[in-house]
């Protein structure tokens, strides 16, 4: 499973760096996808990244803000949020294709934008 971690509470305009483990060893054979959700709603594809780090899909709201990065060898993947807007606070979910189609999710991790 893919879990996500960091992260926490931030001002308008700051930034966070949240990161994706896998807890196998698919993690460097695996499309890494970002996805974030509020309360009640349905989870939104943030990003999709591919095996060799380049982005497949990136939501227009966040292009030019975020940023993303794999390190197949240390099986972990990066979000680097800069200038947060209040409309980011969400629960971020990092996963595979395969785990999403199952519906089989890891922790997520929460991103509150807030002065």
């Known amino acids: 499973q893919f879990d996500a971690s960091g992260g926490g509470l931030v001002q308008p305009g700051g930034s966070l760096r949240l990161s994706c483990e896998a807890s196998n060893d698919v993690f460097s054979l695996s499309v890494i996808n970002w996805y974030r959700q509020a309360p009640g709603k349905q989870r939104e594809l943030v990003a999709s990244i591919d095996t060799g780090g380049m982005i497949n899909y990136i939501l227009d709201s966040v292009k030019g803000r975020f940023t993303f990065s794999r390190d197949n060898t240390k099986k972990i993947g990066y979000l680097q949020m800069n200038n947060l807007k209040s409309e980011d606070t969400d629960e971020y979910y990092c996963?595979?294709?395969?785990?999403?189609?199952?519906?089989?999710w890891g922790q997520g991790t929460q991103v509150t934008v807030a002065s």
């Open positions: 996963n595979n294709n395969s785990n999403v189609n199952r519906g089989s």
